[in-house]
């Protein structure tokens, strides 16, 4: 369905080129866009709207599009929606120069860039990026419970998702004093060289961008004394 959209704007762009031409058309007056919106940070739920103001439009139609992974999907043609979804929907306002796309209740898969395209032998277009807010989410890659030796380096490591990108900090579950000397370490990578028992505990990544209540994922390190075998406090 997409790509029969996309044959039908490219036919119509030709034809509109054509007219143009045969009327005397003056190159001078050749559609452009002179304003979009700026780039939008929008929470899921929102609403979202987007302006796009063209001159010299003539007989070409402005189409709205969603890029997301390199992929174009069309949306709107002119006044019609391209698509079954009616979260989206498109206005024209000022005299027929401004073009509103709106979209309800954004969901996450509404991310990506929104191109404003004037169908013409050469398209003229804009791209407006919508980023949607996501809560951090501590996953893949974050360690996990370890038993070390002492005098071990151990490295512990948080990796989170979620946008604006998280902040990330490690602290101790009981507040007390990380080995760095301070009750939290602000990185996403923590080192504890030449580590001791007294290093041994329950530690907590914390992630967190203002979004939802931010993400939290505690380690268990513990530590084997040469003389004592396993310290599991």
Same mark, same amino acid.
Not at 96 to 118: K, M, N, P, W
Not at 217 to 232: T, W
């Given at each position: 369905?997409?790509?029969?959209?996309?044959?039908? %704007?490219? !036919?119509?762009?030709?034809?509109? *080129?054509? &007219?143009?031409?045969?009327?005397?058309?003056?190159?001078?007056?050749? /559609?452009? #866009?002179?304003?979009?919106?700026?780039?939008?940070?929008?929470?899921?739920?929102?609403?979202?709207?987007?302006?796009?103001?063209?001159?010299?439009?003539?007989?070409?139609?402005?189409?709205?599009?969603? #890029?997301?992974?390199?992929?174009?999907?069309?949306? *709107?043609?002119?006044?019609?929606? %391209?698509?079954?979804?009616?979260?989206?929907?498109?206005?024209?306002?000022?005299?027929?120069? &401004?073009? +509103? !796309? *709106?979209?309800?209740? $954004?969901?996450?898969?509404?991310?990506?860039?929104?191109?404003?395209? =004037?169908?013409?032998?050469? /398209? +003229?277009?804009?791209?407006? %990026?919508?980023?949607?807010?996501? /809560?951090? @989410? #501590?996953?893949?890659?974050?360690?996990?419970? !370890? &038993?070390?030796?002492?005098?071990?380096?151990?490295?512990?490591?948080?990796?989170? *998702?979620?946008?604006?990108?998280?902040? =990330?900090?490690?602290?101790?579950?009981?507040?007390? %004093?990380?080995?760095?000397?301070?009750?939290?370490?602000?990185?996403?990578? !923590?080192? =504890?060289?030449?580590?001791?028992?007294?290093?041994?505990?329950?530690? @907590?990544?914390?992630?967190?961008?203002?979004?939802?209540?931010?993400?939290?994922?505690? $380690?268990?390190?513990?530590?084997?004394?040469?003389?004592?075998?396993?310290?599991?406090?």
């Amino acid at each position: 369905m997409n790509r029969i959209v996309e044959v039908m %704007l490219a !036919l119509l762009a030709a034809v509109s *080129t054509t &007219l143009a031409q045969n009327s005397g058309f003056d190159v001078e007056r050749k /559609p452009a #866009i002179t304003w979009v919106s700026k780039d939008l940070v929008v929470d899921i739920g929102d609403a979202a709207r987007i302006e796009c103001r063209v001159k010299n439009q003539g007989i070409n139609t402005v189409v709205w599009m969603h #890029i997301q992974r390199g992929v174009p999907r069309s949306l *709107t043609s002119g006044l019609s929606r %391209l698509i079954a979804d009616d979260r989206f929907n498109v206005e024209i306002e000022e005299d027929g120069e &401004l073009f +509103v !796309l *709106t979209i309800a209740d $954004v969901r996450e898969e509404d991310s990506g860039q929104y191109q404003c395209q =004037i169908t013409y032998s050469t /398209p +003229v277009f804009r791209n407006v %990026l919508i980023s949607i807010k996501k /809560p951090p @989410v #501590i996953g893949e890659g974050t360690t996990r419970d !370890l &038993l070390v030796s002492e005098n071990q380096t151990v490295t512990l490591t948080c990796n989170s *998702t979620g946008f604006p990108k998280p902040t =990330i900090f490690w602290q101790k579950e009981d507040q007390s %004093l990380l080995p760095t000397g301070s009750s939290q370490h602000w990185n996403s990578t !923590l080192i =504890i060289k030449r580590v001791t028992k007294e290093d041994r505990g329950i530690y @907590v990544c914390v992630a967190d961008n203002q979004v939802g209540n931010g993400d939290r994922r505690p $380690v268990k390190v513990q530590v084997e004394c040469k003389s004592n075998g396993v310290d599991r406090f």
